[in-house]
């Protein structure tokens, strides 16, 4: 059991890694929320659709930069240090944002201005291609035993933290700014608040004390240089493709509820801005609450039983409920459907981040679970405002939003358990029988 000063002492170091990684969904999530006013200022067309499906096309080419950072940064955290590296890419994110915030639009700069955007959101990928991965392995090795899931899952939580936040600024704005003044400078101010945080942030994180179990293998001279990690990631072929299978799950059902939401909703459902701001307000605040249940529950019953139900109740109902929003398009079924989808991705994350953690091997456990993270949002997940926009182009159906989300769910699925043969097989480590935690933590 913890004494009052060392369980003071955790939470102080959760709050300081996961502040990062709150701005970097921040960021992110500014870019989606603020795509059509984007699309007016850097992509302009005599198309909506083209110059629209161009801004979505900049924000998912920014996750294309992940596995890079993933490999590189990577590999530069498991050589030096957690914190060390963890400092690095908050400073990378800061300088990649601070170039979106006040570059100015096309009508100044021409062709340099949507450029000089896509330069930043490149440099914003590369940083938090070893964010997520970064946060994750620093907080399952500072989890008390019993713990991991729950600890693990305030690296997600942090981000509902910066949904919220970003939504609430979003509503606040709408009341204030009008459609022509956001589409012409409104859009800015959630950046450059974002800019504004940035050095508290960096303060904060410059706090944090290296974790016992990176030092006492360094110590050991368990310490491979950064080209050994690459090649042992590489070799690792098989837990990464694993890994990249459980993520697409967490990475196309998040940016489905949250970045695409208030695009979805306003230009396919037409609802109005404030609805769109409102739910994804809830849906930030619901899975901040499944989230750490989730990953405490996973410590006591385990990983595999949550992540099969999440995924084949996401499996059989995504498409079902997108059908039924799109019958009848209004803000109550918007969230209803949302909270549903919010639910089930909260449940999974919760489970599923401290699995990948536990099956990546020890010695690339931040390369690896990163590039593991990196691909899925580069190939899926980044992309899945623009793939639910061209397919709804394509198709004529509004729902077919559903149909992506029951594809990631079969990926999260069939990964599960492939992962069952895998660690029968030694490649990659059994999953650890659920312990009981302890009274306080």
Not at 236 to 244: F, K
Request: proline share 5%.
């Amino acid at each position: 059991m913890l004494t009052p000063q060392e369980r003071k002492a955790k939470v102080r170091s959760v709050v300081r890694v996961a502040s990062g990684n709150f701005l970097e969904m921040y960021d992110f999530m500014v870019y989606g929320y603020y795509a059509k006013a984007i699309a007016t200022e850097f992509f302009p067309s005599q198309s909506e659709f083209a110059s629209l499906m161009a801004a979505l096309a900049t924000f998912g080419a920014g996750f294309l930069m992940r596995p890079l950072g993933a490999l590189i940064l990577g590999a530069y955290i498991d050589h030096h240090g957690r914190r060390k590296g963890l400092i690095v890419t908050l400073a990378l994110m800061a300088i990649g944002t601070l170039s979106i915030a006040v570059v100015p639009g096309y009508a100044v700069f021409g062709i340099v201005a949507p450029l000089l955007v896509l330069l930043g959101r490149l440099l914003q990928g590369f940083s938090a291609g070893v964010e997520l991965g970064g946060v994750s392995v620093y907080l399952s090795e500072i989890a008390t035993p019993g713990r991991k899931g729950f600890y693990t899952s305030w690296q997600s939580g942090s981000q509902q933290v910066a949904v919220v936040f970003a939504a609430s600024l979003g509503a606040l704005l709408n009341q204030y700014v009008s459609g022509p003044h956001m589409t012409a400078w409104g859009w800015r101010i959630p950046l450059l608040i974002g800019c504004v945080i940035i050095p508290f942030v960096l303060l904060v994180r410059r706090s944090l004390v290296e974790t016992d179990d990176f030092l006492e293998r360094k110590q050991r001279k368990r310490h491979p240089s950064p080209m050994e990690i690459f090649r042992s990631t590489m070799t690792s072929w098989r837990v990464v493709l694993t890994g990249v299978m459980l993520v697409t799950m967490t990475t196309v059902s998040f940016y489905t509820i949250t970045a695409y939401t208030p695009t979805f909703g306003q230009q396919v459902l037409k609802l109005t801005p404030n609805d769109s701001y409102i739910v994804t307000l809830f849906v930030g605040l619901t899975n901040l609450l499944w989230l750490p249940i989730s990953g405490a529950l996973s410590d006591r019953i385990g990983r595999r039983p949550i992540l099969i139900v999440c995924a084949l109740l996401a499996l059989v109902t995504a498409y079902p409920a997108m059908s039924w929003l799109v019958g009848a398009p209004s803000f109550g079924r918007l969230l209803a459907v949302e909270l549903w989808l919010s639910f089930l991705f909260g449940c999974w994350n919760g489970a599923m981040i401290p699995f990948l953690t536990e099956i990546m091997p020890v010695r690339v456990r931040t390369s690896g679970f990163s590039l593991a993270y990196s691909l899925a949002t580069a190939i899926f997940g980044g992309f899945t405002p623009m793939i639910a926009t061209w397919l709804i182009h394509v198709t004529g159906n509004k729902a077919i939003p559903g149909v992506w989300l029951s594809f990631a769910a079969l990926c999260g699925l069939l990964a599960t358990l492939v992962t069952v043969s895998l660690s029968h097989e030694g490649n990659i480590a059994v999953e650890p029988a659920p312990a009981r935690a302890p009274a306080a933590a």
